[in-house]
């Protein structure tokens, strides 16, 4: 059968999730083979989410992943860490041998073909993604030969994978033979830190997206409406004025 695709979306609680995860959830419903892990940054599964996840009907794994409150006061918060980690960690005890981790936030845009294009992924895959930094693409580079050899990136910060946390595709049964997988709670190093304890090297690399030149995936950001936010300790902040 099809190689199966756990999707990871880290997810927390605010006015958009569920418009978040009502586009996100049915556009994997266009695709076969999908489980959608939801790790959510909270100490309980909500039932928010839960009833969302029910109605649309995916194969899913909710997941209560709350973020240590130590990070959250840092200047720079690294979003998402603690819900990837133990995702990452489920699928090590918990996933079908035959298939694919992707890590695709709540509030970014994807085109079906490129879940098609990463099913096959035999350590791991690359791609661009749009509308993200300076350069408003992400993407490796490749020579004639078709193999990665560099990043085009927006914000290279002495990284060795130059790459957005939509921008690549791995194999579990690979992830599986890591004996120390991780990912670091270091805003903007995330990517980099979870690829080196891989022990991936460049030309493992496997370029989709018809060699790097087609944007399939956006970091699309949802514009945060000015809906009053109900915690009393957020009322005169001015986190929501635009
Ligand atoms: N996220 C989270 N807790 C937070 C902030 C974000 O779990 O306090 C999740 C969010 O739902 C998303 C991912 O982490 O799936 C990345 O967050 P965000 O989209 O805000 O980051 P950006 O795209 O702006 O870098
Ligand atoms: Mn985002």
């Known amino acids: 059968s099809l ?6 979306t880290p997810t927390y609680r605010r006015p958009e999730m569920v418009a978040e995860l ?7 419903l266009l695709v076969p083979r999908v489980h959608w892990i939801l ?3 909270s100490h309980t599964c909500s039932s928010i989410v839960t009833d969302t ?23 720079y918060v690294p979003r998402g860490v603690a819900n990837r980690r133990a995702a990452v960690s489920w699928i090590q005890n918990h996933a079908e041998p035959n298939s694919v981790l ?6 970014n845009s994807i085109d079906v073909r490129l879940l098609e294009q990463m099913r096959y992924t035999e350590k791991v895959s690359m791609f661009p993604v749009g509308l993200i ?27 060795k994978f130059q790459v957005d946390m939509a921008g690549f595709a791995v194999n579990v049964g690979y992830l ?3 004996p120390r997988v991780t990912m670091p709670y270091i805003a903007g190093h995330e990517e980099d830190g979870f690829l080196k304890s891989l022990n991936l090297q460049l030309e493992d690399i ?6 790097c030149s087609e944007v399939l995936v956006w970091h699309t950001r949802t514009f945060k409406n000015q809906v009053r936010d109900v915690r009393p300790d957020k009322e005169h902040s001015s986190e929501n004025v635009q």
Do not use: C
Request: aromatic share 12%; glycine share 8%; no cysteine.
């Open 3 to 8: 190689p199966l695709l756990y999707i990871v």
């Open 22 to 28: 009502t586009r996100l959830g049915q556009t994997l």
């Open 39 to 41: 790790p959510e940054d």
């Open 53 to 75: 996840l029910t109605r649309i009907g995916l194969p899913y794994t909710h997941l209560a992943t709350p973020m240590p409150e130590v990070y959250r006061k840092q200047t």
């Open 102 to 107: 992707y890590f695709l936030d709540d509030d």
């Open 133 to 159: 930094g300076k350069f408003s693409v992400s993407s490796p580079v490749l020579n004639k030969e078709g193999r990665v050899t560099d990043f085009y990136d927006g914000w290279p910060a002495g990284r």
């Open 176 to 178: 599986k033979k890591q």
């Open 206 to 211: 496997e370029p989709l997206a018809n060699g």
